[in-house]
């Protein structure tokens, strides 16, 4: 079964978040929280590297959820990424996102991520690939439940 099969009923409570085209959620989370992020590393020279670990082990994620950023830091050199966000057990892929880290920015920075809804206690993974070969960041990454 697909991690995106959820069936939606929308609440009604008045402090979830904003609603627009029955896109109705709670306030952001981040994961993994209170913790170190997830350090992924780029394959060959913009080519996939391997998984990094389960962004949500540690218990979030217990309702359904979506995600919408990525936070990037630590980046090893300048360069352009690419970033795959995938869940569940199959590994499907849920999310996109690129960034570009240049000298004159930080090396801290967040891009939207957006993901379809997710099944609640899904593993969530990443691969990153750049224009550096073996280039590493570290990762965390907002969502919201429904």
Excluded at 32 to 46: D, E, H, K, Q, R
Excluded at 59 to 75: E, K, L, P, R
Excluded at 115 to 122: D, E, L, M, T
Aim: with cysteine; net charge negative; hydrophobic share 45%.
């Amino acid at each position: 079964m697909s991690v995106f099969n959820v069936d939606l009923v929308m609440p009604t409570h008045p402090f979830w978040g904003h609603y627009v085209d029955e896109h109705l959620h709670h306030q952001q989370f981040i994961a993994p929280w209170g913790a170190v992020p997830i350090t992924l590393t780029a394959g060959a020279m913009w080519v996939l590297g391997v998984f990094g670990a389960d962004i949500m082990a540690n218990g979030w994620g217990t309702q359904i959820f979506d995600i919408h950023w990525i936070y990037v830091s630590n980046a090893s050199a300048n360069a352009t990424m690419d970033f795959i966000i995938y869940a569940g057990a199959d590994d499907e892929e849920c999310a996109r996102a690129t960034m570009t880290r240049t000298g004159v920015q930080t090396n801290s920075f967040q891009g939207a991520c957006q993901s379809k809804k997710i099944i609640a206690g899904s593993r969530i993974r990443a691969k990153m690939m750049s224009e550096n070969a073996g280039q590493t960041v570290d990762i965390k990454l907002g969502y919201h439940f429904y």
